[in-house]
């Protein structure tokens, strides 16, 4: 790269990110490398699909994991950040079918070996765009690596899993109650469903004693179930309905005699204490039934449509027959009441299409055994989570969970391995298609479903180095350090992830798991399409820079919760970048006019010490932070740093050497400003890389880029409390000045002389630093004195820690002009007190005048009191000072 001196006036992002980023992946230090004279450091991305544009999640987790490598690439870690992409079955299959249907095509019009060409195709022509625009984030992922969730060895890790698992008896097939998507035509795990509150009804509906004039009633929140009840439930020990167990009531409308059974599932005081069973469409229903060996009766076709068993509703939408149900319930009298019920409801996470549990013939993973030990890895403290609070969430998924669905009714994915025999309907898994079945027939049909997405994704700490084969990736970089992901998919992928690499690897698959919330809008909003509030990471970057976004999704934020999303916060990181730019400019500058002569490290001032000691804190602090995840608090330590004591403070205090000292003074001011500038810039890339390499270049440096160069350590004899204390006692008193002056409203421009008046122990520490009081508090003149012998009698008076400062109020401000103006203000103050007070007085105003307009009297009224209680103070102020006694 670049070491040139010449900085340009002003830092503009778009002539300086896609450069640098080019040349930090043309010279491979992105890549890393078994070596075993580093520990490694690995960090797996959580693969975007290849639908997916970057969003503000996307920025924020990305942001993260590049710190957090970028920090342990400089600390001298093998860090890999790897990348890839995930298939993603459903969204890709839509995105595909959309695309068909525009013209005029279905995929049954294509067939599946075209519509998987078509699905390929698509994958080359969009699937690289969420990772070009994770480069313009700044990402510093191992491109050589990338990997594709169905990419050769990818795929091959998935049916060695597959095969594994169905050999030891972990995945079988059979009928069960699943969640299903009308819409996309699929069964949906149960991490994919989503709940959301939502009013509904209880129907209340009789259902006859078969030979009796009794009735019992059930309450059901979808009529259009009942069509395939095959049983009422009773609890054995409710004595109102004991007589019943055994008898038959008649299924309305479909004339069915259907039988009254004893479960002790039933709450008997919930509702009536009586429940239809419908053991096709609902969970504990289908269990009901298996044990009291019921009929299984689906009435739902897969598009949500009533099928041939619903009878005259046949053909109808599940919502259009339950109003037809409901009508004809009414009419035959058997309808009883309908009461408001605000209930869960479940819907499909890609599609928001209302879920239908239905049976279904489907792939499970047997989830238990698999879920034991993952449970006992978090348990044990072998995996953490960051923040510890989210535990609760994994164990109540993990020990709660049920048998996982993985089969999915679509064809761009992962194609089951499992093969039947065209001939006596043998079942056989196998890494490759059979030759021969045991009956001898040599033709078999491949099962037409593929996996659930997050079979695959289960799979990628591992899959992605090398395994099934004993790769020296695998065994270097596995188990990964840290997963760093949101905490909306602690189950959709966290947990499968753990269970997964135990499994297979016998080795957890990472140490800890990082938390972060979500990116909500400015009113605290989840960013969505229906409400238009979605921020595009790319337009923000375009705009103000990737330094500038990074910086404010950082700062401020901690593991774990929700953010606000603010362009004000992007707009104050923007103003940070040119902050740091100038000051860089400035020093380069300086540096210019020094060429030729040494910068030495001799003669150090306090600022100097004080500078150095307190860059020393920030590198000890900083690292102490990273390695806690506190990477909030490490942004805005540096931020802070960089803007208040560097540039606020520092640069400053300097000036005077730079411009009119000896080449002696000069050289050791910009030694220390280069020095703890290259070391903040240091501590600072891994959260804005791009500004920094950049000013990183124009400075004096060894090695080619900043970031590989060597993370900050703390050097101990640079360590001064001496010098942060005297510092402390100078700014103390500059800013107490400083602060005076504002008050009193003395223009920056007025001068005035400082008396300092200080134990001797302080006195050589004030006749040192005179300059810094010429230069950050306005002296025209600073004394140093031991006692306040010759105090003028109407100086103002300060008090700090260490000193008393007097200054002669003649120097701040002319005595009888500010006494006249006080004067004008208090009777302007008092004119307008007595209007504001005449209007709230009177009743009629108070009364008929809009409470608007009241309010803002009300309003007016408290202003002028404050207003009139600061002059009047400063009147008191002034004429204590005129009468010769200061302000002790």
Known sequence: MSNKRIIAKTYDPKQVEDRIYREWESKGYFHAEVDENKEPYCIVIPPPNITGQLHMGHALDNTWQDIIIRWKRMQGYSALWLPGTDHASIATEVKIVEKLAEEGLTKNDLGREAFLEKAWDWKRQYGSRIVDQLKKLG???????????????????????????????????????????????????????????????????????????????????????????????????????KHLIGKTVILPLMNREIPVIADT???????TGVVKITPAHDPNDFEVGLRHNLPVIRVMNDDGTMNAQAGKYEAMDRYEARKAIVKDLKEQGLL????????????CYRCSTTVEPIVSKQWFVKMKPLAKPAIEAVRSGEIRFIPERFEKTYFNWMENIRDWCISRQLWWGHRIPAYYCEKCGETIVAREAPEKCKCGHDRFRQDDDVLDTWFSSALWPFSTLGWPDDTEDLNYFYPTNVLVTGYDIIFFWVARMIFSGLEHRKEVPFRDVLIHGIVRDSQGRKMSKSLGNGIDPLEVI???????????????????????????KVEACRNFCNKLWNAARFILMNLENMQGRPLKPDGLEVADKWIISRYNHLAEEVTNNLNKYELGLAAQKIYDFAWNEFCDWYIELVKPRLYGTSDEARGTALHTLIYVLQNTLKLLHPFMPFITEEIWQHLPHEGESIMVSSWPRVNEVELNQNAEAEMQALMDAIRAIRNMRAEMEVPPSKKAKLILVTNDENIRLFQNTKLYFEKLAGASEVVI???????????????????????????????EKEMERLTKEKANLEK??????????????????????????????????????????????MQKISDGKGLE
């Not at 991490?191 to 059930?218: C, D, L, M």
């Not at 009883?336 to 819907?347: A, D, L, R």
């Not at 007085?841 to 007016?860: G, H, L, M, T």
């Open 542 to 568: 375009d705009r103000y820079g990737a330094d500038s976004l990074r910086m404010s999704l950082i700062i401020g934020n901690s593991p774990g919760n929700d953010m606000r999303f603010y362009y004000e």
């Open 139 to 241: 990402s510093s992922c191992d491109w050589e690596r990338e990997r594709f969730t169905m990419d050769e060895g990818c795929s091959r890790a998935v049916i060695e899993v597959f095969v594994r698992l169905y050999e030891k008896g972990l995945i079988y097939r059979g009928d069960r109650i699943i969640n299903w998507c009308p819409d996309c035509k699929t069964a949906l795990s149960d991490a994919e469903v989503e709940y959301e509150e939502k009013q509904g009804y209880f129907w209340h509906i009789a259902y006859p004693v078969k030979n009796s004039e009794e009735r019992v009633v059930v309450a059901t929140t979808r009529p259009e179930t009942m069509l395939g009840d095959t049983a009422v439930a009773v609890h054995p020990d409710d004595e109102r309905y």
């Open 832 to 877: 307008e007190l007595a209007r504001v007070h005449g209007k709230l007085s009177n009743e009629n105003f108070v009364k008929k005048a809009p409470a608007a307009i009241v309010q803002e009297e009300r309003d007016k009224l408290e202003k002028y009191r404050t207003m009139m209680d600061k002059v009047t103070e400063q009147i008191a102020y």
């Open 336 to 347: 009883t009441k309908i009461e408001e019920h605000k209930h869960n409801v479940g819907e």
């Open 785 to 815: 004195r031991a006692d306040k012998k010759g105090i003028p009698a109407n100086a103002v008076s300060l008090v700090t820690d260490k000193v008393q400062v007097f200054i002669p109020l003649e120097d701040l401000v002319d005595f």
């Open 265 to 271: 599932y039933v709450d008997s005081e919930f509702g």
